[in-house]
């Protein structure tokens, strides 16, 4: 079973209070991968320049990822710079350079049309419904935006929300789309606007599931050294969209099951800048740690 | 089985997005009271003045509180206003009139004094002190503060911490007091204060629970509508304290039981200003809601 991920391969410009990080391999499509390679196969969908670095596409090859449809643009590679303070919760962007982004324009094959499981992350909501557009009776879609488009294309997005399954939305993401302050009805407002699944990441205090069905509310892991954050709620994604594709059947139980690899596989990536631990990431690790998750939550 | 409960008993003017109160009744040790009472007998050490309403006095004692220790003071009661605004989960302290609460010495019985839980809610460390001075061998003995208390009386309240078993905290007291903003490591430092068990509520994302022998993290109940959330803290603390007296033996299975059935308790606290809500609370509508918990976090 595969999945087909839209969206950023970048260079990321990282500090945070154990250190600094210059132009390392980031971007959502990237943090998404790492995870979602230990469930299914993934074919990444997205963009680099002139400069991006050999060594990190044989770096992602090594992974397994598919890079078929990673394009090599004009210009230069989307880069972001940001900076964590105190606990770490919220991202301080200092610079972005979009570079090769603003043309973006995804390319896949036929073969890749037919992907049965497609995860949009977060880049244009046009670039987004242009690829759902090209695929092929998808059985599960997934949707991540930022707020940047929930303020700047509300209505692209709000169109192409009828078209997924499930819409995943941090906090204030979800707040701001819904217009409402308390997430379970903000769950329900953007369940009205056609996702039968909404999923809202709500960082340090795990993550909240809303359908018609049920809800299911997770803490995070209780991570005690969060080195760099960058890349978590990708990682979440990946893990989650990854587990239920391997299950193939979408159901309660293994909605649940693939909400906790997907909080196990993020609390993993905040160990370590960037990508340096999920890339060595096994799954006897993600089941080791599920263990402890279940000593630390059930009751 | 019996609980000590030392805290206020105060008159609260809140006003809130759902409406405003005047001059209900509230207090650290009225909230603990409404929920613990559906375990435990519950003994109430506070101070009221002059002015304390008799029908209050009729309602606690009609809840089956015994007000032996409830001394009425030279003054006026102990009276806090205070607003919150958008998602609930702030309260701003308009006004505080501390009252006959200045000149507070805790009274209680020989028979009280044998009582075998004790749970010191926020007041002056000193007065805490005093009241855990005259008790007789406790088996469990829990403290609150606030951040008042951890700048101004620092040195007290950490000799303070030596006497108890658990020290419970919000997030920001915890952070406040311990230096440390990981959680857990704020936990584990405070741990190092003296008590064995530390408990940090973090509101509406639910509650960590670190002793050396194992953390436990829960989700709230994923609730939709906030009326007023004064008291949370106090009606969890109350379960809490409740569940584990009921229980009697202090190990890990009923440690999470009773945390499951505070998180329970104070979710029903949510949903009516004061002690609104609490005041019709039965055990019944408490099993009703925990399972219903159990089917949102279990996996």
Redesign the interface.
Known sequence: MSILVLGTVALDNVRTPYGARKKMLGGSAAHFSMSARLFAGVDLVAIVGKDFPPRHIKFLEAKGINLKALVRGQGKTFEWSGEYK???NTAITLNTELGVLSSFRPRISDEQRKIKYVFLANVDPDIQRHLLGRMHSPRLVALDSMNYWINNKRRSLLRLLKQVHIYVANDQEA?SLSGE?????AARRLREFGPKMILIK?G???V?FYSDK???????Y?????VDPTGAGDTFAGGFMGCLAKAKEINMQNI??A??FGTIAASFNIEGFGLERTSRLTMQELNKRLKQF??????
């Not at 049920?214 to 995070?220: D, G, N, V």
């Open positions: 105190g606990d770490l707040r302050h308390n997430l379970i009805r709500k340090e205090h795990g909240l049920f809800i299911f509310s997770l803490p995070a209780p991570a005690e050294k969060v649940r099951r909400l906790v279940k000593q630390c939550t059930m009751f």
